[in-house]
């Protein structure tokens, strides 16, 4: 098997930035596209040239394809643990977009059918495999800043109207801002943290958090307030109805470090641009990361890769199947601090 042949499971906008990435990649190709929608499977197919009969108006024949190796999950956030386990059980290999579940416990029982079938599976963090974060622990793990004692970081857009038919404000759909972009936030804090326990990642004993809760029943707009065992805080904003910084900043005893685009540096595209800045003793310093490659090129790569290589999971500080469990277990304390319950809870 010289390239992994990637099928789509709802090609919505997202859909569209991995299957870009795709067509850089060395080790894969996009051979097919599941929709019910028969304008949007068109489209798709059209804009990426897959095979008329590769382009499948339901996903249980994209699963029974022998053509496709791997499945690539964009579709609403309460469809992504079941259709992993489906595929899981049809032998496909699988990199799901987040949440990979929509609680702690959906995702166990995701993480048992991917283990049990013997399949590779990854929760599409794909921030995580860019150039900038093994550059930032490496910053971290050398005490460049000293010992950590605070991280901030947010990720939050402003929808500006209610439309309660869009799944973000649809509670049905798992909408509201923290199983949408809140979890980021909190996956770059847990890792950081880590760094200063010698871990590559470490859950708080503590959690505590308000929340702007819609007339759908949706947290519009969140704030979680994170402690560590090893005494770093940890502050992660998240929101659909409001912007946000959308960066990240660490404080240690020797000085700090801001992230000025931690989670979506190039996202329509490359070539990507993101800087780290070092302030230490009154001096400034940046590091500049760039190249030609798509943002999603990345994990694109590494997840067709890992396969190829016959592994189950991609290495830290990719997404573990560990690290998933970790980040689901702090997402389902935040939504009970703010007493926000899914039917799925």
Known sequence: MNKIRWGIIGPGSIANNFADALLQTYSAELTAVASFNDERRKVFGDKYNIQNNLRFENYDSLLNCELVDAVYISTPHTLHADLSIRAAGKGKHILCEKPGAVNFKQGEKVIKAVQDAGVFY???????????????LELLKNKTIGDITKIISSFGFDMTKVIPEHRLFNKNLAGGAILDVGLYPVSLSRMIAGVQSGKKFVNPIKLSAEAQIGETGVDE?????????????????????????NNAIIEGSDGKIIIDNPWMPGRDGGPYFSTIKIIKNNQEEIKEFKGPEHLFFFETELASQSILKEKQQVPHPGMTWEDTLGNLKVLDQWRQEINYTIKED
């Open 122 to 136: 990854k929760e599409g963090f794909m921030y995580r495999c860019h150039p900038q974060i093994p550059a930032l």
């Open 221 to 245: 707009i969140s704030s979680a307030i994170m402690e560590f065992d090893n005494g770093i805080t940890a502050k992660a904003d998240t929101a659909i109805m409001k912007n946000m910084d």
